[in-house]
């Protein structure tokens, strides 16, 4: 007779438990009907197809930027959202210009290689820049040389991404110093031009682009990135040849500061309207990338995550928003004025979670934010084992939700299999061919549920 009323408890629950009564749930089942309705769509995984498809070009200052923001925002408009708006923003406004190019000299052999400039860089002259090249590895290794030998010279940062380290974050952080530092550096020493290897492990043709440090008070000197195959040919050539010289032409301009907006859609609370849980990425993409792992497939789930909610009915306390910022690749400008618009309308933002790392498939999160808070989201972790995701630890939440740290906000930050993301990162290899839909979804799924923990259970 137990078992009998037990197997009725179960099935009243069960039925219960619906697409339209997430309410009535247990996290367990909430948690369920979240990932199940992820896996039966497709709507961002097309989104992101067409995104990458005609908006290749989404740097924040660029047009296609600005109309990827509006695009956006139609998607947003169609899901019957609370609230819909665009946000404008200030931001760095860099132009790339004419395709940049690259060979190695040396008496009648010319080798075109590829490369591609840095964002805030500068430009050579319009005949182009050609000297010797003296290979360093990396920033450190500088402290060798006198000004001297290097004076008038290319320095080639050839500092290689450790392909050994477990976690490929930590190689490209313990080698992204060059790129960023490199052409300030270069013309400390008296140098006339760098060469940066691209950041990546994977040894292609894709030249691998990304910011330098915007010279401010300081010297700087032209650069550009240089594909990992074509870094190793010219190492090898200089070993060959050390009188060998290196050309290269770059068009690109830092011009005065222009607008650009954020994305923003949003389910209002019904009890804490006024307090708020965001879900982002950034819209903005380089412009030699189609940016589907970088970051256009964080920001289709973050869109994804309201869409979770509206079809299983989902009543927020607090309000719910998606935001797409721009400009994160350059200068972070949507980032700061969201924060900004926050502090000015005394919005009070409780939790924000950012996909950032590739669409793969997700492991987990990392949290910034006070030990009660940390330990609270701890406590939940049991329930996305189910889900595979076992993976909750502090660390950064991500940068364009940084700047609201600063507010009290708790931050986290989706956590993905990195095997391969710098093979994508930063160049025309992160296409939408490279994305599983079913990882994407399930980053989306993973991301609605720890967004409906906070809202149930407040932090």
């Not at 995984?45 to 200052?61: G, I, P, S, W």
């Not at 920033?139 to 976690?167: C, H, V, Y």
Request: charged share 25%; with cysteine; glycine share 8%.
């Amino acid at each position: 007779m137990k078992k009998i009323v037990l197997l009725l408890v179960s099935t009243i629950s069960l039925l219960s438990c619906n697409n339209k009564a997430i309410m009535k749930c247990s996290d367990e089942e909430a948690l369920k009907l979240i990932f199940k309705s992820a896996n039966l769509s497709s709507e961002s995984y097309q989104n992101l197809n067409y995104l990458t498809e005609n908006f290749q070009k989404r740097l924040a200052c660029y047009p296609q930027g600005i109309e990827a923001s509006k695009w956006a925002k139609g998607i947003m408009d169609n899901m019957e959202l609370d609230k819909v708006f665009l946000q404008e923003a200030q931001v760095m406004n860099w132009k790339r210009g004419d395709q940049e190019l690259g060979a190695i000299k040396f008496k009648d052999e010319v080798i075109n290689v590829n490369v591609c400039a840095l964002g805030r860089g500068i430009a050579t002259k319009e005949s182009g820049l050609e000297a010797k090249v003296i290979e360093i590895n990396g920033l450190e290794d500088l402290s060798r040389f006198t000004k001297d030998q290097l004076k008038g010279k290319i320095l080639f940062f050839n500092q290689a991404m450790n392909p050994e380290l477990e976690n490929p974050f930590q190689a490209y952080g313990e080698t992204a110093g060059q790129r960023f530092m490199g052409p300030i550096m270069a013309a400390e020493y008296g140098a006339v031009g760098a060469v940066i290897r691209s950041l990546t492990t994977s040894i292609d043709e894709f030249p691998h682009t990304g910011t330098t440090r915007k010279a401010i008070g300081e010297k700087t000197v032209p650069v550009v990135c240089i594909a990992t195959k074509h870094a190793d040919l010219l190492s090898e050539k200089l070993e060959e040849n050390p009188d060998l010289t290196f050309y290269f032409k770059t068009n690109c301009k830092n011009m005065p500061d222009t607008i650009s907006y954020n994305t923003i859609g949003e389910i209002t609370g019904t009890d804490f309207p006024n307090e708020y849980i965001i879900v982002g990425g950034h819209l903005d993409s380089w412009d030699n990338s189609g940016g589907a792992h970088d970051d256009g497939g964080g920001c289709m789930q973050a869109i994804e995550v309201l869409r979770i909610f509206k079809e299983l009915g989902y009543k927020p306390k607090h309000s719910i928003r998606a935001v797409l910022f721009m400009d994160e690749e350059i200068s972070q400008g949507g980032g700061r004025e969201y924060a900004n618009q926050a502090r000015i309308q005394n919005e009070k933002h409780i939790f924000a979670v950012e996909s950032d790392r590739g669409v793969t498939s997700p492991l987990g999160f990392s949290i910034d934010a006070d030990q009660e808070s940390f330990e609270k989201m701890i406590s939940w972790s049991d329930l996305f084992k189910p889900h595979e995701i076992n993976i909750f630890i502090k660390g950064g939440g991500g940068v364009d939700i940084g700047p609201l740290k600063d507010n009290g906000t708790a931050l986290s930050g989706l956590l993905t299999d990195p095997t391969h993301y710098f093979d994508w990162h930063h160049s025309g290899n992160d296409t939408f061919d490279h994305v599983n839909r079913e990882d994407m979804q399930k980053g989306a799924a993973a991301m609605a549920s720890l967004i409906y923990l906070v809202d149930k259970y407040g932090l």
